[in-house]
């Protein structure tokens, strides 16, 4: 009786290293050229979205959404259609989560299966680092519990096209101090020049650690990030305003009191009006009559909408970047 040998199966069933140099976690990751080439390329997609080529063309890429999302999830979708990928798009009630398997064996198996995943979560950049090490495919963090990187480059990006170039940009940040605030230290930190100013309530800024990181970052690039809690503390010249709304997704405050602590960080038009050539910025969604006015935000001074637009575009920019990375 003849047997046949079986085949010889390689032990690695996917490149890890190939995979972390495809997946985008955290701004950090990035070199400065990094970030400006990314925030370069959103601010040319949105001039001419037309001239786009498919280069995902034969990638079947997901998102796996287990936090509500708007602006990001249309983004990541749309921006991988319109690069040519196949599309697929969970949330966690559709997967065999719901039953007790692992964060990892599903991701390990998914690695085994698609080109790259868009991972909306509140878990650690640790975890989503340590999914890769397990097999997953590439993932672009599309927020995390401690960052909201492609957030970051949305906002670069925006902030490019409409004021110029970024060198001795100054920034105000108004309220609390959440996973697209840090992202946005880390971002502007790798801008030489730049100003970042935190205005956060008492016990609501960024925690120490990111902090710490986003000012020895900004000290390397000759940029400059700092946390202020006073109204007398706020910088004199200010080119750009931006607030996110008070209630972070997937988090919730201990202290029932809070908005009366938020309050005094509202965004109006009297507060707007201290810098009176100021852009104003929103990460959306919005809630008028809490971090800004309905004045502020529909106004001559928002940029709110052509930001919620250079989502898309910088989501096929950071997708186009990472995705066809050798």
Partial sequence: MTTTQPPQVTPALVDVARNRRRSLLSVRQLTAAQLDALVERSVGIAAAPADVAPVLDGLVVATLFERTSTRTRTAFSV???????????????????????????????????????????????AELDGLLDRGAPPIVNAMAREEHPTQAVCDLATMRAHLGALGGISVLYVGEGNNSASALAYALARVPGAKLSLYVPPGYGLPEEQLALAVADAAAHGAQ??????????????????????????????????????????????????????????????????????????????LAWQQARMKLCSAMAVLETCWTAR
């Avoid at 991988?80 to 009630?93: E, F, H, N």
């Avoid at 790259?116 to 650690?124: A, D, F, K, P």
């Avoid at 910025?281 to 006015?293: C, F, K, Q, Y």
């Fill in 79 to 125: 921006g991988a259609l319109r690069l040519g990928a196949k599309l697929l798009t969970y949330d966690a009630a559709g997967l065999q989560l719901q039953t007790g398997e692992t964060i990892e064996d599903t991701l390990r198996v998914l690695g085994l299966m698609l080109d790259g995943v868009v991972i909306r979560s509140t878990r650690t950049l």
């Fill in 225 to 302: 990030v700092r946390q202020v809690e006073r109204a007398d503390e706020l910088p004199d010249h200010v080119d750009v305003v931006y607030t996110t709304r008070w209630q972070t997704t997937g988090t919730s405050k201990p202290d029932p009191a809070w908005r009366e602590t938020f309050r005094p960080y509202h965004v109006d038009e009297a507060f707007l009006g201290r810098w009176p050539a100021a852009r104003f910025l929103h990460d959306l969604p919005a809630h008028r009559g809490e971090e800004v006015t309905g004045a502020v935000l529909d106004g001559r001074a928002s």
